[in-house]
T-cell receptor, first 113, second 114 residues
Framework: GENVEQHPSTLSVQEGDSAVIKCTYSDSASNYFPWYKQELGKRPQLIIDIRSNVGEKKDQRIAVTLNKTAKHFSLHITETQPEDSAVYFCAAFPHLWADKLIFGTGTRLQVFP | DTEVTQTPKHLVMGMTNKKSLKCEQHMGHRAMYWYKQKAKKPPELMFVYSYEKLSINESVPSRFSPECPNSSLLNLHLHALQPEDSALYLC?????????????FGQGTRLTVV
């Protein structure tokens, strides 16, 4: 089955710096890759997603890149703010016909003022 | 309405109790999910319902029994749980594969088994 690896597990940055989180997946049939942000005690919330027919997508300070050949995708957060502090999960849908979201192991991002 | 509503928010139950978790969405989504999340871990898929039929069971112990009474409701019946089953149980929904596959999560039920 699909396996999603995520690095780093923790990331500390100074406010205003950039943060990059990387994920790799194993199933070449996966074609949808969302990123979720989960604040302490709250639900995971989608912050950005990308489909396999696109190489990059940007939404204000957040961008995601996808390399299908290498089977990896990355989240980029620029001009980080303390409210960006949370756990970030990447995910992949492993099959075209199944509705099954597989999560990476998570990255705890801390942004220090 | 982009809400997935879960009840209760907190639940404490003994190992001999029977309880149920409830999930409701009115977005017309035809795929609904149960996830289990332990502290500092990612959500772990338990069950997937597609068009009210169980499509995926990730080898979950039979003490967890899912039910999908209609396209808007999803239940998780709990019986004879163990302390290690204590976790945050998340419900989610999404459109069955099509133009959008974003999964919306409920706020979760924090379950404690004593």
């Amino acid at each position: 089955g699909e396996n999603v690896e995520q690095h780093p597990s923790t990331l500390s940055v100074q406010e205003g710096d950039s943060a990059v989180i990387k994920c790799t997946y194993s199933d070449s049939a996966s074609n949808y890759f969302p990123w979720y942000k989960q604040e302490l005690g709250k639900r995971p919330q989608l912050i950005i997603d990308i489909r396999s027919n696109v190489g990059e997508k940007k939404d204000q300070r957040i961008a995601v890149t996808l390399n299908k050949t290498a089977k990896h995708f990355s989240l980029h957060i620029t001009e980080t703010q303390p409210e960006d502090s949370a756990v970030y999960f990447c995910a992949a849908f492993p099959h075209l016909w199944a509705d099954k979201l597989i999560f990476g192991t998570g990255t705890r991002l801390q942004v220090f003022p | 309405d982009t809400e997935v509503t879960q009840t209760p928010k907190h639940l404490v139950m003994g190992m001999t109790n029977k309880k149920s978790l409830k999930c409701e969405q009115h977005m017309g989504h035809r795929a609904m999910y149960w996830y289990k999340q332990k502290a500092k871990k990612p959500p772990e898929l338990m069950f997937v319902y597609s068009y009210e039929k169980l499509s995926i069971n990730e080898s979950v112990p039979s003490r967890f029994s899912p039910e999908c009474p209609n396209s808007s409701l999803l239940n998780l019946h709990l019986h004879a749980l163990q302390p290690e089953d204590s976790a945050l149980y998340l419900c989610a929904s999404s459109q069955v594969r099509g133009s959008s596959t974003e999964a919306f999560f409920g706020q979760g039920t924090r379950l404690t088994v004593v």
